[in-house]
């Protein structure tokens, strides 16, 4: 079982930054990739950001394009979301995500192999 301890979040006001810190261990770890998803109460999670484990391959949502870096660190196993010129549409909870592949059909809730705990960012106007 892949455990996933994520760190960071926060509240800050609009156009500010907070960066996000997902460590992983365990058996059974995708060597592939991983990545963030998140969730606003009432609707779907939503893919924010993945990044092959070999850093070759990164995609974002199209709601984060140019604003959101997802970056890793192999000796680690840790990934990190840098998340700049936030908006208030921004807030919800974020989750750490395992991802079985990096194919745009993979990156989708049900398709995740492993979670981590949720943490709560909010942007404030």
């Known amino acids: 079982q892949v455990q996933l301890v994520v760190s960071g979040g926060g509240l800050v006001q609009a156009g500010g930054s907070l960066r996000l810190s997902c460590a992983a261990s365990?058996?059974?770890?995708?060597?592939?990739?991983m990545g963030w998803f998140r969730q606003v109460p009432g609707l779907e999670r939503e893919f924010v950001a993945g990044i092959s484990i070999s850093g070759g391959t990164i995609r974002y949502g199209d709601s984060v394009k140019g604003r959101f870096t997802i970056s890793s660190d192999t000796a680690k196993n840790t990934v990190y979301l840098e998340m700049n010129s936030l908006k208030v549409e921004d807030t919800a909870v974020y989750y750490c995500?395992?991802?079985?592949?990096?194919?745009?059909?993979?990156?989708?809730?049900?398709?995740?192999?492993?979670w981590g705990q949720g943490t709560q960012v909010t942007v404030s106007s």
């Open positions: 365990g058996r059974n770890l995708s060597t592939y990739a």
């Open positions: 995500a395992n991802l079985l592949s990096m194919h745009s059909a993979a990156l989708v809730p049900d398709q995740v192999g492993s």
